[in-house]
Each structure stands twice: as structure tokens, then as C-alpha cells.
């Protein structure tokens, strides 16, 4: 059900002719992902990036998007898990299965699920780990002065151990310390999770000024109000496969998309409700 044709895992990256549409920061063509050789989590995703934009990957749990960027940023093994079949490629180039390191020396930063600070290290010392593919001291200055900038609340918190930061905090300090590396694709898994909704609007509208510095973005959520509102397109994936994809008014004005994800079609409530336990389940568990 993916937009993009099927045959585009066959054909290497065009690069950049004339008159061709906009570059694509990243593109996942034809995706399998399955752990310890038998869960097949992802079944063929393809996913777009244009430069510049950001994309919204929706979807409940189980769906595979945890594993989607696993699979980009190269950090499936660590679980046990591997890309069977499909290709992505970043700026062009084939990054799949590439080392890790390498992937994010090549622009690429991942926020994890469950914002993963180091909490016995400070905010500042969260940042400079962030910063280990910079190797010149003043340009890492620079990218500290410019995390600092879009978050004046971790400049209060430079000292604080990070493990004693709020939730909203970390997700904040999660961020920065991906910005650290200057990407030029930014991977957020869930950053509203477990978040108050006056939080969630501040965690959007600085994804919206990363956005506007230049930075790409592919935003995972289940809060669909939230990465629907961010999103220039959206992609939908159940049990691993794509169903929707459209842009985000498209979706936002999808009944599909209001009944199951905004809860506010005919089936609405319902649904609803089962992706607030979810959500409720999700922050007892994280
Ligand atoms: N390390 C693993 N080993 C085995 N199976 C896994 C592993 N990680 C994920 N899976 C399975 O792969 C499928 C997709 O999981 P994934 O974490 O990618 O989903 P998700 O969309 O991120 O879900 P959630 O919203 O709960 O985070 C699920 O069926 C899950 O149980
Ligand atoms: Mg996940």
C-alpha cells in the first residue's frame, strides 16, 4: 500500500538530475526487518524524506516504526534483529547496514524511545557525549551555544545531574544532545510520550525551529494531533507494512485518521480511549 513503486529498491539512488522533484534527505525503499530470524517486524516500508521536510510515521503498538529507524540509524543488531530485503539511502548514498558511527559522522541523529539521558552525568556532560563525532573544540561550542539557545531551560540546568530532570527536561535534554552533531536528519522516536500537553506544544514548537534551521526530520508518534500538526507528510504503518501515506493535511483530514488516531469520527471515542490505556500502559512501563 506504500506510495512509492515497488521497483525502486532495484534501481540505485538517481542523485540529483536537472529538473528532477526536491532530494530526498533519506529514502527506505522496500524494507524487511526481522529479529532472531523469525519476527518479522517491518514488510516492505518505503519511506520519502524530501530535504528539508518533516515526516510524520504513525502508528500503534507493535507497528514496526521502532524498528524502521533501528533499521536506519544501523542499530539493529544490538537486538537481534536485521534488514532481510530493501535499501535506504541517505543524501544519496547507500547507508544500509552501514556502522553506526558512520552513519551519524554522515548527518544522521536518532532520539531514542524513552528519551535516554545519561542520568548520572550532568546536562552539560549529556551534551558533550552527544558531540563525540565533532572533533574541533570551538565548532562544539558552537553546536552547545545553539542547543542552549533553542533550550534556555537547560542552560538553568547546565549543572543538574540529568537523571533529576523533569520528564519534558530530558525529553528537551534527549534532543539537544542529538542536535550536538549538527545532523542533517533528525530521527525523534515519540518525544511526546508521557508528556503534559503544555509540554508536548513546547517539544513541537522546537521541532518546528530545528525544522526551520535547515533540519530534516522524521517524527514517530501515536499522538497523531501532535505529529499531524508538525508534518508536511505523513506515513501510517500497521504490522509492519505501510497503509496510509499522504500529505499531512491529507491526513489530518482523513476519517480513517480522525476515527483511529484523533478520536474525533463516529468510532472515535472508542478508539480513543484504547490509545490513552495504551499511552497510560506505555508510562507505567517506561
Ligand atoms: N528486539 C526484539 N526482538 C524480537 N522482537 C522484537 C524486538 N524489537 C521489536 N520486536 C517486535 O517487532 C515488532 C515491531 O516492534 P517495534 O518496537 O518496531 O514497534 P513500534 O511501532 O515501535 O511499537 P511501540 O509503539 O510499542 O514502540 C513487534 O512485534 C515487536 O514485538
Ligand atoms: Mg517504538
Not at 529498491?9 to 542523485?15: N, Q, T, V
Not at 565548532?139 to 552547545?144: T, V
Not at 533528525?186 to 514548537?205: F, H, N, T, W
Amino acid at each position: 500500500m506504500s506510495s512509492a513503486p515497488p521497483d525502486t529498491a532495484a534501481r540505485p539512488d538517481p542523485g540529483t538530475p536537472d529538473g528532477a522533484a526536491p532530494d530526498s534527505i533519506l529514502r527506505v525503499s522496500g524494507l524487511e526487518v526481522v529479529y532472531r530470524s523469525v519476527i518479522l517486524a517491518v514488510r516492505g516500508v518505503s519511506l520519502e524524506v524530501p530535504e528539508g521536510s518533516i515526516v510524520a510515521v504513525l502508528g500503534s503498538n507493535g507497528a514496526g516504526k521502532t524498528s524502521l529507524l533501528r533499521a536506519i540509524t544501523g542499530l539493529l543488531d544490538v537486538h537481534h534483529g536485521e534488514i532481510t530485503k530493501g535499501t535506504i539511502a541517505f543524501a544519496g548514498k547507500d547507508i544500509t547496514n552501514a556502522d553506526p558511527a558512520k552513519i551519524v559522522r554522515s548527518g544522521v541523529a536518532q532520539v531514542m524511545e524513552g528519551r535516554r539521558v545519561f542520568t548520572s552525568l550532568t546536562v552539560e556532560e549529556n551534551l558533550r557525549a552527544g558531540g563525540y563525532t565533532v572533533r574541533s573544540r570551538s565548532e562544539l561550542r558552537e553546536h552547545e551555544e545553539r542547543v542552549y539557545e533553542l533550550f534556555p531551560k537547560l542552560v538553568e540546568r547546565r549543572s543538574s545531574i540529568a537523571g533529576y530532570l523533569s520528564g519534558g527536561e530530558q525529553q528537551m535534554l534527549a534532543i539537544g544532545r542529538a542536535l550536538m552533531a549538527s545532523p542533517r536528519l533528525l530521527l525523534l522516536d515519540e518525544p511526546s510520550l508521557g508528556l503534559a500537553p503544555l509540554i508536548v506544544k513546547q517539544i513541537s514548537e522546537i521541532i518546528a525551529e530545528v525544522n526551520r534551521s535547515g533540519v530534516s526530520v522524521v517524527l514517530v508518534e501515536q499522538n497523531a494531533t501532535m505529529a499531524l500538526a508538525l508534518a508536511d507528510h505523513g506515513t501510517v504503518v500497521e504490522n509492519g507494512r505501510v497503509v496510509k501515506d499522504g500529505t499531512g493535511e491529507a491526513l489530518r483530514n482523513d476519517k480513517d485518521i480522525q476515527e483511529f488516531y484523533l478520536g474525533t469520527g463516529e468510532a472515535g471515542r472508542r478508539n480513543f480511549r484504547d490509545v490513552k490505556t495504551y499511552r497510560r500502559k506505555k508510562r507505567w512501563s517506561a
